[in-house]
């Protein structure tokens, strides 16, 4: 939809309002394309937006992080709805500015949002809430030892100062000791990037040295959390949530690995389909009443009352579904396929998990399903280059069903270029999983740019094909 002609006709109705969308990636996109469908025909706004997001409404030259900037900016333009698409915003309390300043936004708080930006004190909560998950332990320095790891890094040569013995030394000495595999997190922030999982926990030692000595992750390495392998299979289950009411939207599921059958590293995610196939109407009452209830009665415990989305990354195991990890926002990619699917006006939802109301709700979805394949820069998710040309877009979106969702990408002229790993996501409905694998495939292939990587496999082990 052209904006330009959005506004034109926006001109023609007695309703006005203009919505900021703070992120750039193909959430965001998903985002904003959702949003121009709504019945509010309302003005968009995307900071700091990306090629797709342009088409939808105009970019802001404001990074997401930015708060104070994005926050004057939202008071300058008399925004009337703000939503938070990436996580860092989030973590970094700008619900909690906006709403301070009397301006009406979509997430949770810092203070909730720390249930991903935090997964030493996500794993604690969810032993005091008895919420099933993996079994842990957590390794952190005292915050000595923390100051005297940032001193010694401030050198050239690098020496572990003997003192640094709870963190670092503990965690060694327990993983030696395992004779199976583990998985290792860091417990900051590491944008899809923190969590490494082996079969052979001598290979763990090394990781444990690149995140909290060599601080590979920055911060966000300095504590970690050792986990149990879980065997299953993996779903995303998301939930809205409006400070009492829950409302636990269609299952999707994700592929991290970036490589076919689930090889090579964990990345933010290279794919996504909606619904998941593998859960039943009671594994979903099961993992509302087990893990979103029980969390959620926790954080009110502890005087945190959570708006928004919350996610849980989920293993279906033998013994029932465990959660993996918790996020704060919408998932990437999750959300492109969730929001293809839905119906219902994403303004009048948003809307009602902001003033309390979601017990009113009752969404409409596609029951076709849908499939995101996302293509990413070659070298991601290590180093990758930018700025080059993509095209083949227009002949992609003319793929019946089938729609473009960009991620890292920015216009340069009339030229669409690539502007971060995962660059683009592209989504189909189908009248199975099958057939919206077949559709998202075929827009693939009529898109190219120097250097693109995507999966081949996304949805095929669930599609039968």
């Not at 919505?19 to 998903?30: D, N, S, T, W």
């Not at 099933?132 to 050198?155: D, N, V, Y």
């Not at 572990?160 to 900051?188: C, H, L, N, Q, W």
């Not at 669409?416 to 099958?434: H, I």
């Amino acid at each position: 939809m052209d904006w330009r002609k959005t506004k034109q006709r926006r001109t023609e109705q007695a309703e006005f309002m203009k919505v900021l969308v703070i992120g750039g990636g193909g959430r965001e996109h998903a985002i904003c394309w959702k949003l121009a469908q709504s019945r509010h025909l309302p003005e968009i706004f995307c900071a700091p937006g990306n090629a797709g997001t342009a088409r939808h409404g105009r970019n802001v030259a404001i990074p997401a992080t930015d708060v104070s900037s994005l926050l004057a900016f939202a008071r300058d333009n008399a925004i009337d709805l703000t939503i938070v698409g990436p996580e860092d915003p989030l973590c970094l309390g700008i619900v909690d500015e906006f709403v301070a300043a009397g301006l009406r936004i979509f997430g949770p708080t810092k203070a909730a949002a720390r249930i991903e930006g935090d997964k030493v004190w996500a794993k604690k909560l969810m032993r005091e809430a008895g919420v099933p998950t993996a079994e842990a332990r957590i390794f952190e320095p005292t915050a000595q030892e923390l100051m005297q790891l940032k001193q010694a890094h401030r050198g050239d040569d690098f020496e572990m100062p003997e003192s640094v013995e709870t963190g670092f030394k503990m965690a060694r000495r327990y993983v030696s000791t395992r004779d199976e595999g583990v998985v290792i997190k860091a417990a900051g922030l590491a944008r899809g990037k923190g969590v490494f999982v082996h079969d052979d926990p001598a290979d763990a030692l090394l990781t444990l040295e690149k995140l909290m000595v060599q601080r590979e992750l920055g911060d966000a390495g300095a504590r970690v959390v050792v986990e149990e392998i879980l065997i299953g299979r993996e779903v995303s289950i998301l939930a809205l949530v409006d400070g009492s009411t829950i409302y636990v939207l269609e299952s999707a599921a994700d592929h991290k690995r970036l490589g076919d059958e689930d090889t090579g590293p964990n990345t933010g995610g290279m794919g996504a389909f909606s619904p998941s196939g593998l859960l039943t109407e009671k594994d979903l009452e099961i993992i509302e009443r087990d893990v979103f209830v029980p969390i959620i009665d926790a954080m009110r415990r502890m005087d945190i009352e959570y708006r928004g989305v919350l996610y849980a990354g989920m293993m279906m195991t033998a013994g029932g579904p465990k959660v993996l990890e918790f996020n704060c926002r919408f998932g990437d990619p999750e959300a492109q396929p969730l929001l293809m699917r839905l119906r219902s006006d994403l303004v009048d939802t948003i809307n009602a998990a902001i003033d309390g109301k979601l017990e009113d709700v009752q969404l409409e979805w596609d029951r076709r399903p849908s499939l995101c394949v996302v293509m990413a820069s070659g070298g991601y998710p290590g180093e990758y280059e930018k700025g080059k040309e993509i095209t083949g877009l227009e002949d992609a979106a003319s793929v019946e069903n089938a729609v473009v969702f960009h991620a890292g990408t920015r216009g340069v002229g009339q030229r669409v270029e690539t502007s971060g790993g995962r660059v683009l996501g592209v989504t189909a409905l189908g009248e199975d999983l099958q057939k919206a694998r077949t559709t998202a495939y075929e827009a693939v292939r009529r898109i190219a740019f120097d250097g693109a990587i995507f999966r081949g496999d996304i949805g095929m082990r669930v599609s039968g094909r």
